[in-house]
């Protein structure tokens, strides 16, 4: 056989084994014939927005760390200190409380297929009456969409891609409230006023 041809057989079969390997042995089997629908997944944390009392995220860029007393705002608990943007915590604590998984795999092969062997973010959930969530953050999914995740009780789930992609921005781009634009104001001393000159007559008026 032609070495050439032999090469393209043994690199096509390389690239059919990769796929197997990093897609088709991820995906969990499918259900047995006539097994009940799956149904919504169950929340991995069961809380309001406003049950929220901390979050923290731990990423090999860095650590942030935001906390609320109760009936207060957020804040700070890591540098800078004080108060944070608003703006993005409304945005973000719909998403995590309550945390709704768009999948849980009830079968799963080694973490190390989802990067979740040595992950590289860690994310903490903490409500006000003292409960608290970790979870693990590894790869993307194949289709780009989500992350899979595994909480401290060993339960792997799949989260959507803006809701990880979010956590992790809280410490590249910590959420510091934006400046306010104060007005400028002219003062009065520099105000310029325009007087306007009363033109004078000329010639003799007719009698």
Known sequence: MNPRITLVLVALAAAVGAYVFLVEMRREP???????PLSTPVPLLRAAPDDL????????????????????????????????DSVRLLSLTPRLAPLNP?????????????????????????????GTLEFRVGDQTPAGDGYYVRTGEGTVAILARGT??????????????????TPTSIPAAEATVTTLATPIPTGTPAP
Do not use: M
Not at 30 to 36: I, S, V
Not at 164 to 181: F, G, I, K, Q
């Open 53 to 84: 009392t901390g979050i923290e995220v731990q990423t090999r860029e860095g650590r942030v760390a935001l906390t609320r007393p109760a009936g207060g705002e957020w804040q700070f608990a890591t540098p800078p200190g004080g108060p944070v």
């Open 102 to 130: 768009t999948r849980v795999l009830t079968a799963t092969g080694p973490l190390a297929q989802y990067g979740l062997e040595s992950p590289a973010t860690t994310v903490t959930l903490s409500t006000k009456d003292g």
């Open 164 to 181: 990880v992609d979010e956590l992790r921005r809280l410490v590249t781009e910590p959420p510091v409230p934006r400046p306010t634009a």
């Open 30 to 36: 499918p259900p047995p014939p006539g097994a009940a």
